[in-house]
């Protein structure tokens, strides 16, 4: 957990192209079954809200 808190901010470094395959898709899936298990996670973070936004975009 720790490692994801101190890194989070690098996904915002990160190319989209570069990131792997349904990977918008799969980890807003994998925060919310964390935060469902009151595992604390910056959830509102600039960086969340950009994948969270890529992942509705490609579901629709």
């Not at 570069?18 to 964390?34: D, N, T």
């Amino acid at each position: 957990l720790s490692f994801l808190r101190n890194n989070m901010c690098k996904l915002g470094e990160e190319n989209l192209e570069h990131m792997p395959i349904g990977f918008e898709v799969a980890f807003p899936s994998l925060l919310e079954i964390a935060k469902a298990m009151d595992v604390d996670l910056p959830y509102d973070s600039s960086v969340l809200c950009k994948i969270y936004e890529q992942r509705q975009l490609k579901l629709q």
